[in-house]
């Protein structure tokens, strides 16, 4: 079944591979270059993790499911590994996300954790759904991949162009 052969996905995994490698390396540069600002505020240097973890885990699952002859057991519980990983990480961050006047609305709260989550659960999802061969299988690894690149380029926006105004 197509939604449960990781050999199946290999295009998907190798565009998402190098798509994600190269944005990647081009976040980190920009980091770099930017590195002084970005540390002048309180919760980008977070925001700038939580970027480049994303796009790590979207390399790190992408080269997970190229890996020749391997079951989808297999592959749901490296996604289950990877998701557990990077959501450590990124979960740690503090959400700063107070306004000019100290107030922290929830609704800005809100988007703050639905930005992290967006790739993440998706791609979790996606191993359990591997591990009992139901529920969508690697459809869901599609969707994390992308609404984990989606996420990542929305905080390299932050830290690339808000951060100037």
Same mark, same amino acid.
């Given at each position: 079944?197509?939604?449960?052969?990781?050999?199946?996905?290999?295009?998907?995994?190798?565009?998402?591979?190098?798509?994600?490698?190269?944005?990647?390396?081009?976040?980190?540069?920009?980091?770099?270059?930017?590195?002084?600002?970005?540390?002048?505020?309180?919760?980008?240097?977070?925001?700038?993790? %939580?970027?480049?973890?994303?796009?790590?885990?979207?390399?790190? @699952?992408? =080269? !997970? $499911? /190229? &890996? *020749?002859?391997?079951?989808?057991?297999?592959?749901?519980?490296?996604?289950?590994?990877?998701?557990?990983?990077?959501?450590?990480?990124?979960?740690?961050?503090?959400?700063?996300?107070?306004?000019?006047?100290?107030? %922290?609305?929830?609704?800005?709260?809100?988007?703050?954790?639905? @930005?992290? =989550? !967006? $790739? /993440? &659960? *998706?791609?979790?999802?996606?191993?359990?759904?591997?591990?009992?061969?139901?529920?969508?299988?690697?459809?869901?690894?599609?969707?994390?991949?992308?609404?984990?690149?989606?996420?990542?380029?929305?905080?390299?926006?932050?830290?690339?162009?808000?951060?100037?105004?």
């Amino acid at each position: 079944m197509t939604a449960y052969d990781p050999s199946e996905w290999s295009d998907l995994f190798v565009a998402s591979a190098g798509a994600s490698a190269a944005l990647l390396g081009l976040l980190f540069v920009a980091v770099s270059i930017n590195l002084e600002r970005i540390l002048k505020y309180q919760g980008l240097p977070g925001r700038a993790l %939580e970027a480049l973890m994303q796009l790590t885990c979207v390399l790190i @699952v992408s =080269l !997970a $499911g /190229l &890996v *020749p002859g391997q079951s989808h057991v297999a592959l749901g519980f490296e996604l289950l590994l990877v998701t557990a990983v990077i959501a450590a990480i990124i979960l740690r961050q503090p959400i700063i996300v107070a306004d000019e006047t100290g107030r %922290e609305p929830v609704s800005w709260k809100v988007s703050r954790w639905t @930005v992290r =989550l !967006a $790739g /993440l &659960v *998706p791609i979790g999802v996606a191993g359990i759904s591997l591990v009992v061969e139901a529920g969508g299988g690697l459809y869901w690894l599609a969707a994390g991949i992308v609404l984990a690149i989606a996420a990542a380029i929305a905080g390299a926006w932050v830290l690339l162009v808000e951060i100037l105004r």
